[in-house]
Nanobody, 121 residues
């Protein structure tokens, strides 16, 4: 399984951006895609997850009401729409494939290369 993350960049506080995670390769029958992020000098933090089977979605409390995770099965792509961005959202964002939806990084065997989001004026 290969994951290719894209999107991000420099965004003004209160602005929006969308991250994409393109999935390719021999995917399992049951898997989920999660987004994690790592801010400078901080640990990895789980952000969101979507099941590729039943479309259930999950968000960490700090992004609820601002971020939305979705998927396009035809394109094998998962999106993380990020609105009302705050400086504390600044991080490198990684998508990862595994099972089930959990904040535990060990449950995710496949990781994308990361894409940087900087929220600053």
């Amino acid at each position: 399984v290969q994951l290719q993350a894209s999107g991000g960049g420099l965004v003004l506080p209160g602005g929006s951006t969308r991250l994409s995670c393109a999935v390719s390769g021999n995917t399992p029958d049951y898997y989920v895609i999660s987004w994690f992020r790592q801010a400078p000098r901080k640990e990895h933090e789980w952000v969101s997850c979507i099941s590729m089977v039943d479309n259930n979605t999950y968000l960490t409390d700090s992004v609820k009401g601002r971020f939305t995770i979705s998927r396009d099965n035809a394109k094998n792509t998962v999106y993380l729409q990020m609105n009302s961005l705050k400086p504390e959202d600044t991080a490198v964002y990684y998508c990862a494939a595994g099972y089930p939806c959990t904040s535990a990084q060990a449950m995710f065997d496949y990781w994308g290369q990361g894409t940087e989001v900087t929220v600053s004026s």
